[in-house]
């Protein structure tokens, strides 16, 4: 049987699941069979969020608002 067909199986059968517990079980073991979405970033993407975390914990940060009204003022026709 082909990895597709394997899964549509499963499928079925999760859907046929009536005991609670089974189905929070199931849950369990797909989220901690989960990847980490941060170890499939590149390296310069992760730099690049960490700089801005560490820039927001200083206080270097200007407000949603403060952004737009500088775009908007530079943008007018």
Known sequence: ?????????????????????LIARVKQFLAVNESDFWEELDEDLKA??????????????????EVMKKYKNGFKA
């Open 1 to 21: 049987m082909d990895i597709q067909a394997e899964k549509y199986t499963l499928i079925e059968r999760i859907i046929q699941i009536k005991d609670s517990n």
């Open 48 to 65: 690049s969020i960490e700089r801005g975390l560490s820039q927001s914990a200083q206080g270097e940060v200007k407000s949603h608002g």
